[in-house]
């Protein structure tokens, strides 16, 4: 059976372990319906692993919370927060009047000493995120990450083949985290060491998990744009290599592609052709997308948690890997 390996991979993120449910669902859902076989049948077709890294800066970002305020009451503030950002991942609307409620109160009963406590909770659990990826500051942080990615690679290749074709379907941040991996492990083979030992080891030999099997990158609310401040004017012309470097040898005539989804309310996500011609060479398509356009709420910067609960969008993403599916399986 002919199989192609999907990685979702979360933005900045609380430790939520059901977050790829709703995107799987729907590009299960939109993958069958372009090939016309049941949503059942398409579990050999497609091989989905959710790559999850939030776990790893969770507990120590629980940690700061409460010695920011300690005298709150129980756990029940934070886990009501984290209880509206799962609905939210699941595409849940609703969720978001008492969530935007919460961080624009500036007072909690419990937590007086310093005002708006849901807002500093979501700085220091998504800013702090960003602060705690920081290679620069030290690569414990970035290294533990690159290793949860290089796992859930690896897992892949156990259930889909060592040599399957790859696509990654990254939300915001994700989708910087997946660029670096994937640059990482290029510079590395041409003579840079980026790689550190424990993220080799975690990806082990397999073409799939090195990333040399890159066909498909869906990059979702991306802020790839901004993360060019932080490196040289040089740096800029230098995405990673795309597609991988073993795709065409093992499946010639593949149509693979760069597709970065975005949304012109959603001010963390920018285009990214226009960064530079080497950009223009790799990127398939900005395509700009309004999602769920039919609700005005999401004519704001709310728009940026709803890209992959979108069935528009990730209808998108079936119907260029059923159409590969079908030329791999002939």
């Not at 950002?85 to 624009?104: D, H, R, T, W």
Request: charged share 20%; aromatic share 10%; hydrophobic share 45%.
């Amino acid at each position: 059976m002919t199989r192609i390996a999907v990685a979702i991979v979360h933005g900045i993120e609380i430790s939520d372990p059901d977050f790829a449910a709703t995107p799987t669902r729907l590009l299960r859902q939109g993958f069958a319906r372009e090939l016309g076989v049941p949503v059942a049948d398409t579990e050999d077709m497609l091989v989905v692993e959710p790559v999850h890294w939030a776990p790893y800066l969770e507990r120590r970002q629980r940690e700061l919370f409460a010695k920011i305020y300690p005298a709150q009451t129980g756990p029940s503030f934070v886990d009501e927060l984290s209880r509206l950002i799962k609905m939210i991942n699941a595409g849940g609307v609703a969720a978001l009047v008492p969530f935007v409620a919460s961080l624009l109160n500036p007072f909690r009963c419990g937590l007086r000493s310093l005002r708006y406590p849901a807002a500093r909770w979501m700085v220091v659990h998504f800013v702090g995120d960003v602060i705690a990826y920081d290679r620069t500051a030290g690569a414990t942080n970035y290294t533990a990450i690159h290793e949860t990615f290089a796992r859930g690679l690896a897992a892949l290749a156990d259930r889909a083949g060592e040599d399957a074709p790859l696509c990654v379907i990254a939300h915001s941040f994700g989708s910087v985290l997946a660029s670096d991996y994937v640059y990482d492990r290029q510079q590395s083979d041409q003579g840079r060491a980026l790689v550190a030992p424990a993220v080799a080891a975690a990806a082990g030999p397999s073409p799939l998990a090195r990333g040399e099997t890159l066909g498909w990158f869906y990059t979702m609310g991306s802020p790839l744009a901004l993360w060019s401040l932080r490196y040289p004017a040089a740096e800029l012309d230098r995405p990673i290599a795309f597609p991988g470097s073993g795709l065409a040898d093992r499946y010639p005539g593949l149509p693979g592609e760069w597709v970065n989804f975005y949304d012109a309310d959603d001010v963390i996500a920018y285009p990214m052709r226009g960064l530079s011609p080497a950009y223009a060479r790799v990127v398939t398509e900005d395509r700009a997308v309004s999602v769920h356009g039919w609700n005005p709420i999401f004519a704001t910067p709310l728009a940026h948690p709803y890209y992959w609960s979108d069935r528009a969008v990730m209808q998108r993403i079936a119907r260029s890997l059923a159409a590969a599916w079908t030329l791999m399986d002939r």
